[in-house]
Each structure stands twice: as structure tokens, then as C-alpha cells.
């Protein structure tokens, strides 16, 4: 056995505090682990609850007003929806990208480090914007 | 007695689950762009134009494409997860089973609320 294979376990698991600690991720690698936490939020809680804030707003005039005029009035509930606009954003964003990426559009080096730049910044950007116009 | 298999190994197995994610997410984009402009031009104020909007024929058709669009999308998605960081069998199992019966009633909860 060579000194070399000793001295470094290989292959090498990329755990949590390894990813936010360790190793310095290039942004690309952030815009796809942000494209998998976003991915993950949307699917639960964030998509059940939307589909409760729809059913609640629709089933009758009671409903919507209750939806409307007390319950997305409160601070914590904005919060929320901030957060489901920063993830529907991003992995709208970054999902767009990949679909670029699939298509060879943008893949070399550069390109694809500006690119995931722009993800980033597009989607805080927009959640921004949309933030202020909600509260 | 030798039975052909399927191969489920080698480059061109997931190709189908790869291709439905990305049709799907084309059409999630398409929605959430339409919904945009529309609630944007219409703003809807009060129940019955909110009411009204979600009654519309295409819109109704629109909506559960869309909720059937995630469901699949993020079958594939959250198997890819699970995938990935979930190593022991019956717990993976689990996760998969859940995955899809919550998104099933995803779909099945959409399709009650715009047909109500």
C-alpha cells in the first residue's frame, strides 16, 4: 500500500458540517444543494400548506375573508410565505438553468459560474421585491 | 429455467424518470408564469372573483395538470433525496411509501378543491 492511499480515506462522504465547514463549495455546488433544500421545502410543508390556504379561500366567503383580512395579516404567516417565494424562486431560477445545462447552453467554466451567480441573486432579489410588496 | 430480464443497470436506466422531470417542470414554469400575468392583470379582490377564477374550465384544467406535474416531479425529486442520505433498506422504504401516499393526496386534495 502506497503512503499516499494511507494517509487519505477515499472515497470521501460529504456530510452536512462537512459541506458548511471543510471544504469552500464553489457557488455552482450551492445553487444545487439550495436547489434541493428548496425542492424539499416546497414538497413539505410548504406545498400542503398552500393547498390549505386554497382550499380555506375558496370553500366559502367566510373562508376567504378569514384567509384575507386576519390570517395573512399575521407576521409569522408572511414569514412563511416569504419563505415559499424564496424557495419557489430559487428552484424556479436554478431549475431554469439546469434545463440550460442539459441542453449544452452555458456549461463551460465561466459561464456556468456566472450563471449560478445570477440564480442566486435573481431569486433573493425577487423574493425582495415581492417581501416588500406583501408587507 | 433462464427468464430474459429487465436491465435496470447501465447508462440508459432512470433516462424516463430524468425525461419526466424535466417535461414536468417545463409545464410547472409555463403555469406559474400564466397564473402570474393573470392574477396580476385581474386582481382579484373579493371571494367572487377569486371564486370565479379557480371555476373557469381551463383553469380548472390547468390547476390539477400542474398538481399532477408536481406529484411526479417531486417523486422523482425526493427519491433522488432519499436516495442519496437514507442508507438503511426498511427506513428508505418507508420514506418512498410516504412520499408518494402525501402526494397522491396532494393531487386528490387539489382535484376536490377545484371541483367542489
Not at chain 1, 76 to 103: N, S
Request: proline fraction near 4%.
Amino acid at each position: 500500500m502506497s503512503s499516499a492511499a494511507a494517509k487519505k480515506a477515499r472515497p470521501k462522504y460529504l456530510n452536512l458540517p462537512a459541506i458548511l465547514f471543510e471544504i469552500r463549495l464553489p457557488v455552482p455546488g450551492w445553487v444545487s444543494i439550495l436547489h434541493r433544500v428548496s425542492g424539499a421545502l416546497l414538497f413539505f410543508p410548504l406545498a400542503a400548506w398552500l393547498l390549505y390556504l386554497l382550499d380555506t379561500s375558496l370553500a366559502s366567503e367566510q373562508g376567504f375573508a378569514r384567509v384575507k383580512d386576519h390570517y395573512l395579516q399575521l407576521p409569522v404567516v408572511k414569514l412563511g410565505l416569504i419563505v415559499f417565494i424564496w424557495a419557489y424562486l430559487h428552484h424556479f431560477c436554478a431549475g431554469i438553468r439546469f434545463l440550460l445545462l442539459d441542453l449544452n447552453k452555458g456549461v463551460e467554466l465561466a459561464p456556468a459560474r456566472r450563471s449560478a451567480v445570477a440564480v442566486l441573486i435573481v431569486s433573493v432579489a425577487l423574493t425582495l421585491f415581492f417581501a416588500w410588496r406583501i408587507w | 429455467m433462464v427468464t430474459p430480464r429487465r436491465i435496470v443497470v447501465g447508462a440508459h436506466y432512470g433516462m424516463g424518470s430524468w425525461l419526466a422531470q424535466r417535461i414536468t417542470a417545463v409545464i410547472m414554469a409555463l403555469y406559474s408564469v400564466i397564473l402570474l400575468v393573470v392574477l396580476i392583470g385581474r386582481r382579484p379582490a373579493d371571494y367572487g372573483q377569486w371564486k370565479a377564477l379557480f371555476s373557469n374550465g381551463w383553469m380548472r384544467v390547468a390547476t390539477l395538470l400542474f398538481a399532477a406535474s408536481l406529484a411526479w416531479h417531486a417523486w422523482v425529486g425526493v427519491r433522488d433525496i432519499v436516495m442519496d442520505y437514507v442508507k438503511p433498506d426498511g427506513l428508505r422504504l418507508a420514506m418512498e411509501v410516504l412520499t408518494i401516499l402525501l402526494l397522491a393526496g396532494y393531487v386528490l386534495w387539489a382535484a376536490q378543491i377545484l371541483w367542489r
